[in-house]
């Protein structure tokens, strides 16, 4: 058998396990920087990664720029998509107020689900090759430019709103990438872009991060504001945001490609907890730190922490403006150890602007001893008949 025929006879192999695994997506392209590279550049130098300090670290840029640092012996870049449910496969419940979680997180976290994955793909190659090949894997985790390599390797292209879109698959895909000694030949890359004139995204975006060169402020958007913002989320984007309580699917549930192609259930892999999707705002503002561990410890929202994820949920309590909430979220104010979370919940009764939250407010404002507190709580005095 010659060297071609083994190598295509591999790829077949590969992509016939990939399907069994419930990865719909497989491509190969070569582990050299791709022609994105300088918009990634020239995103960080312009600050828009906001928080994200160590996407601009020296190391980061250097690996980005120089893939092939990753993993020296590594002559094939292997890129895989699996699928997750769209926001469409649960409607929202229509009863008390709840939030939103992006449906990417309503399952088992990728994170741990996709780089196994990966590793059965490899152990098959290394059964038809007969011999350990060197590899490295990635899924969100390290230095990478996944969308890109992706697109490299004929997965889709990058559309306006940052995403990968398929032609036929749409968007709502987890990607996962392995650097392997092996030598395959790459896929033809996707080399057109069929988002044309649509602005679709860009005009339904709530705090208008997406920027017009296919970048995202990531400063202003939601997905950075409810997961890798630590801190306060800026009192001028809180009403913008709705009940998203975790990341955020707008820009890509007004996708055309997703409205037309986007299948409704996850790949079979995706180890889906249904239960999650919506949260139940005062329920689960009152979680202990032992309670968020046992809800999501083992899902992607475990990443924004107790005390960011219940600062969203108390976000999302102010832009329901629901009276019924006042009682949740005084008994925050005035019990809940974490400030970050203190602070927002005085925001949210603000926004509730009733005698009962003013009365809430108040009381809190005599025994409160963190000046940020204070601040916020003053501030939603000032906003309160």
């Known amino acids: 058998?010659?060297?071609?025929?083994?190598?295509?006879?591999?790829?077949?192999?590969?992509?016939?396990?990939?399907?069994?695994?419930?990865?719909?997506?497989?491509?190969?392209?070569?582990?050299?920087?791709?022609?994105?590279?300088?918009?990634?550049?020239?995103?960080?130098?312009?600050?828009?990664?906001?928080?994200?300090?160590?996407?601009?670290?020296?190391?980061?840029?250097?690996?980005?720029?120089?893939?092939?640092?990753?993993?020296?012996?590594?002559?094939a870049l292997l890129v895989v998509g699996m699928r997750y449910p769209a926001p469409h496969a649960l409607p929202p419940p229509s009863s008390h107020p709840v939030g939103r979680i992006a449906s990417y997180a309503w399952g088992k976290d990728y994170h741990l689900t996709l780089p196994a994955l990966l590793q059965e793909l490899l152990k098959v190659a290394e059964e038809y090759l007969g011999h350990p090949i060197p590899s490295r894997l990635y899924c969100d985790t390290g230095p990478v430019l996944e969308r890109d390599f992706a697109q490299q390797a004929g997965l889709g292209w990058i559309g306006k709103n940052t995403c990968l879109i398929h032609p036929r698959k749409g968007s709502y895909f987890f990607l996962g990438e392995a650097f392997i000694g092996a030598p395959l030949p790459p896929t033809p890359a996707f080399s057109t872009d069929h988002c044309g004139t649509c602005r679709r995204c860009i005009e339904a975006c709530p705090t208008q991060c997406i920027l017009p060169n296919r970048t995202i402020d990531a400063g202003r958007c939601i997905s950075y504001l409810t997961i890798e913002n630590k801190g306060a989320i800026p009192r001028a984007l809180r009403p913008r945001m709705g009940n998203w309580v975790f990341g955020c699917d707008i820009c890509q549930m007004v996708c055309p490609w997703n409205l037309r192609f986007a299948k409704a259930d996850g790949s079979p892999a995706f180890e889906m907890y249904p239960e999650i999707a919506y949260p139940d705002l005062r329920r689960e503002l009152?979680?202990?730190?032992?309670?968020?561990?046992?809800?999501?410890?083992?899902?992607?929202?475990i990443r924004a922490r107790r005390r960011g994820f219940l600062r969203n949920l108390a976000v999302a309590l102010g832009n329901a403006a629901d009276p019924s909430t006042v009682p949740t979220l005084g008994q925050v104010l005035?019990?809940?150890?974490?400030?970050?979370?203190?602070?927002?919940?005085?925001?949210?009764?603000?926004?509730?602007q009733t005698r009962a939250a003013r009365y809430v407010l108040e009381k809190a404002r005599k025994s409160e001893p963190i000046p940020e507190v204070q601040m916020e709580i003053n501030a939603a005095l000032e906003e309160t008949p």
């Open 1 to 75: 058998m010659s060297g071609s025929s083994n190598t295509n006879s591999l790829i077949e192999i590969l992509h016939f396990k990939a399907e069994q695994l419930g990865l719909e997506l497989l491509g190969i392209t070569v582990p050299v920087a791709p022609p994105h590279l300088s918009t990634y550049l020239g995103w960080i130098a312009q600050g828009h990664h906001a928080g994200m300090a160590y996407m601009a670290s020296e190391r980061n840029r250097f690996l980005r720029t120089h893939p092939e640092a990753i993993l020296p012996e590594a002559q």
């Open 334 to 352: 005035q019990e809940e150890p974490e400030p970050l979370i203190r602070s927002h919940a005085a925001w949210a009764l603000g926004r509730i």
């Open 286 to 301: 009152r979680l202990t730190p032992e309670a968020f561990k046992e809800r999501y410890g083992k899902t992607p929202v």
